[in-house]
């Protein structure tokens, strides 16, 4: 028994309705079960606008491959226009076709202010646990002990980097064959240590300053390799990824992000990302990563301390201090 032919007009329209359904109504409903937050993420209209041009130029190439195509497409809608399917049938579509273009014409350019749907905040403080209030970076201002610890390492010439660098070290050193594998870092502070390294015993600031540089370039890697493509070169917001979000990713740059709140809350947030914000944080549908799944405290730790020093910035001292 042969299958039901389905008209090349009919299976257009019925190709359209759906691509524009799943675009519109399946990815925010698939975005749900994906994410596993309590809203959908819509597709932009912009985006959408997109998928449908392609769905068209992609069935108007189809229908004019051939001229039996093109006939079997163009049959119903001349038998439509003769009243094959009656006068009144003819009437209605003629009537409807310009009234529903009209009416999205005017629907889409019409002047309109709308009240906020909820409460738009700059930083979801609300459920912000008060234990992460008073940390501080313990990379930013290392301690006696582990300053020596790196003084030591330094004077066996076997410093440990996080393992991220290790390659690049190890390439580094093969090429050039320097003196000391701290000259990977040649900056002033390093510069300064490796002299007094030579001469004798590095006093403890001269020390500190050095294993805070030394953070920084570990902090900056990690960055590089896991925040840039968002936040970009100079953390203000324009890494080569920004432009594919909703809402920008926040540029720290700017001073009423990174200076308005306490290092802990910088911590909690980046931990976090946007899963785990609170239901208040949701109109602004962070794409951020739940950073703690994949990210040590010490590794994220080091990316703030070298997101504030790309910006310039410091952290907002908490009150009671």
Request: net charge negative.
């Amino acid at each position: 028994m042969a299958k039901p032919k389905i008209n090349r007009f009919w299976s257009t329209a019925i190709t359209l309705v759906a691509i524009y359904a799943f675009v519109k109504w399946g990815i925010p409903a698939a975005s749900r079960e994906i994410t596993g937050m309590p809203f959908p993420l819509p597709v932009p209209t912009t985006l959408i606008f997109f998928y449908m041009a392609l769905t068209l130029i992609a069935l108007f190439l189809l229908v004019t491959f051939s001229d039996e195509f093109l006939d079997e497409f163009m049959a119903p809608i001349k038998k439509m226009l003769r009243g094959g399917y009656g006068k009144a049938v003819r009437t209605v579509i003629l009537v409807a076709i310009p009234l529903i273009a009209g009416w999205q014409t005017y629907d889409y350019l019409v002047p309109r202010a709308e009240m906020a749907v909820s409460l738009r905040i700059q930083h979801p403080s609300s459920n912000f646990p008060k234990a992460y209030e008073d940390k501080t970076n313990p990379f930013a201002a290392p301690s006696d002990a582990m300053v020596k610890a790196f003084v030591e390492q330094a004077k066996s010439g076997e410093v440990a980097f996080i393992e991220q660098l290790d390659e690049d070290i190890s390439f580094w050193m093969d090429e050039t064959g320097p003196d000391h594998m701290l000259e990977f870092i040649a900056t002033p502070p390093m510069n300064k240590f490796l002299d007094a390294l030579k001469s004798g015993e590095p006093d403890m600031k001269t020390a500190r300053d050095a294993l805070i540089e030394k953070h920084l370039v570990e902090g900056r890697a990690l960055y590089a390799m896991n925040c840039r493509p968002c936040h970009g070169d100079s953390v203000a917001g324009d890494g080569p990824m920004a432009d594919g979000y909703k809402l920008r990713p926040i540029n720290f740059t700017d001073n009423g992000t990174l200076e308005t709140i306490v290092e802990g809350y910088t911590f909690w947030r980046v931990e976090n990302g946007g899963v785990g914000l609170p239901l208040e944080a949701t109109p602004w549908d962070s794409a951020m990563p739940e950073w703690k799944l994949s990210l040590t405290d010490d590794e994220r730790w080091k990316i703030i301390m070298a997101e504030y020093n790309l910006a310039e910035k410091t952290p907002r001292i908490p009150e009671k201090h």
